[in-house]
């Protein structure tokens, strides 16, 4: 799987975009959400050697209470052990 391109796994979680134009440096945010969110091993795999663990650990600190499904959101928390996460009201609960 080359790091450079998205992996075509991950096509059906972004139905809205048009997969073959996304840039994984430019809409890294939305692919690092849609990633962490709905990714199997192998994708996971490619995100970490992507953009390494600590860039995803500070995306789940700033975003992942408000971008992730709950339970996702609790699984990466645990997962880069952060603390004092803040948390904010959702507009839509998942």
Request: positive net charge; glycine residues 4%.
């Amino acid at each position: 799987m080359a790091i450079e391109t998205i992996p075509v796994a991950l096509k059906p979680h972004f139905q809205e975009y048009v997969f073959e134009s996304l840039d994984p440096d430019k809409d890294a945010f939305l692919v690092i959400e849609r990633t962490l969110a709905w990714g199997e091993a192998p994708e996971l795999r490619w995100l970490f050697a992507r953009y390494g663990a600590q860039r995803l650990a500070e995306w789940v600190r700033q975003a992942g209470w408000r971008c992730l499904p709950s339970r996702r959101f609790k699984y990466w928390q645990i997962f880069f052990d952060l603390r004092n996460v803040e948390k904010r009201e959702r507009v839509w609960l998942h």
